[in-house]
């Protein structure tokens, strides 16, 4: 099992940025497939973004495209998603999900996912 720990969300105007991280244990975090979902209050798990292992094949939905970029450095474990432009309808729970099993999917669905973190916390105010 793959620990997985999400950082960088706070409290941010509309327009602003933050960059959120996600640090992840494990030898072969280097093999995995990374997504970030967010959940708002009352709302189901959405799909934000995904990466694949070499960071040469990124998903985004299309409420973030443009504004949100994800980046990985496997020498550091780490996922990065950088959002900028926020908007108050970003407010949510940031989850970082690793997908250790390969499977023919495109890492857009959190059934995919096999191990998360605990989110953190994006509020942006208008």
């Known amino acids: 099992q793959v620990q997985v720990v999400e950082s960088g969300g706070g409290l941010v105007q509309a327009g602003g940025s933050l960059r959120l991280s996600c640090v992840a244990s494990?030898?072969?975090?280097?093999?995995?497939?990374v997504g970030w979902f967010r959940q708002a209050p009352g709302k189901e798990r959405e799909f934000v973004t995904t990466?694949?292992?070499?960071?040469?094949?990124?998903y985004y939905a299309d409420s973030v495209k443009g504004r949100f970029t994800i980046s990985r450095d496997n020498a550091k474990n780490t996922v990065y998603l950088q959002m900028n432009s926020l908007k108050p309808e970003d407010t949510a729970v940031y989850y970082c999900?690793?997908?250790?099993?390969?499977?023919?999917?495109?890492?857009?669905?959190?059934?995919?996912?096999?191990?998360w973190g605990q989110g953190t916390q994006v509020t942006v105010s208008s």
């Open positions: 999900a690793v997908r250790t099993r390969h499977i023919a999917a495109q890492g857009m669905t959190v059934m995919e996912y096999d191990s």
């Open positions: 494990g030898r072969s975090f280097s093999n995995y497939r």
């Open positions: 990466i694949n292992w070499s960071g040469s094949n990124t």
